[in-house]
């Protein structure tokens, strides 16, 4: 069964700074999706960033990255230039992207961000 | 933003009730799932469906079960509510194979 485990589940970084959220997971599969989703108090889940598997080049979307390591199953995200409105709970997420297999989405347990002016 | 919609957003019920919440789509994907939000857990997967009347469990599918008689619906009812599925449910969904997955805005259940 895939796994997703993020191992930390409060960090904290100065504004304008840059941080690093961890996340591993577990999978057979050779094709699949990795998402950060991003959830403000609202509840509203954001999509941040989603890898595709067999992509090598790491995804970015303006201050956000990840480090996409397949071999380790890692997948971890950074965050640069921190500002205040980064603050939430952030998601890591896998899916299969085996058409017509289990396309199970499996979320971690979550990491808060906090943001120090 | 994707057509999804849950329903009702918040209610209250009594213990040993039964409750329905209601996902409905307007973009006819094939993948619809439920997951209950509590603090220190994350996102749990209680049931998804991958098609109109295929349905499976997820990792606390006890004391829920759902229902998909067709493609824009998906029912997911608590047959005698308990205090332990106070929670805030979501919805999602999304196309087989693909890359995007939309959220509902979620539904608010206490059960006292």
């Known amino acids: 069964a895939q796994t997703v485990t993020q191992s930390q589940p409060e960090m904290s970084v100065q504004e304008a700074e840059t941080v690093t959220l961890s996340c591993t997971y577990d999978?057979?599969?050779?094709?699949?999706?990795l998402f950060w989703y991003k959830q403000p108090p609202s509840r509203q889940m954001i999509l941040v960033i989603r890898?595709?598997?067999?992509?090598?080049q790491n995804a970015t979307e303006n201050r956000f990255s990840v480090n996409f390591q397949k071999a380790a199953k890692s997948f971890s995200l950074k965050i640069s230039d921190s500002q205040l409105g980064d603050a939430a709970m952030y998601f890591c997420?896998?899916?299969?992207?085996?058409?017509?297999?289990?396309?199970?989405?499996?979320f971690g347990k979550g990491t808060k961000l906090t943001v120090n002016p | 933003d994707a057509g999804i919609t849950q329903s009702p957003r918040h209610k209250v019920t009594e213990t040993g009730t039964p409750v329905t919440l209601r996902c409905h789509q307007t973009?006819?994907?094939?993948?619809m799932y439920w997951y209950r939000q509590d603090p220190g857990h994350g996102l749990r997967l209680i049931h998804y469906?991958?098609?109109?009347?295929?349905?499976d469990k997820g990792e606390v599918s006890d004391g829920y079960s759902v229902s998909r008689s067709k493609t824009e619906d998906f029912l997911l009812t608590l047959e005698s509510a308990t205090s332990s599925q106070t929670s805030v449910y979501f919805c999602?969904?999304?196309?087989?194979?693909?890359?995007?997955?939309?959220f509902g805005e979620g539904s608010w259940l206490t059960v006292v």
């Open positions: 890898q595709e598997a067999y992509k090598q």
């Open positions: 997420a896998y899916r299969a992207s085996t058409q017509g297999g289990s396309e199970k989405l499996v």
């Open positions: 973009e006819n994907h094939r993948y």
């Open positions: 999602a969904i999304s196309a087989s194979g693909g890359n995007t997955i939309y």
């Open positions: 999978t057979s599969e050779s094709d699949y999706y």
């Open positions: 469906s991958y098609g109109v009347k295929d349905t």
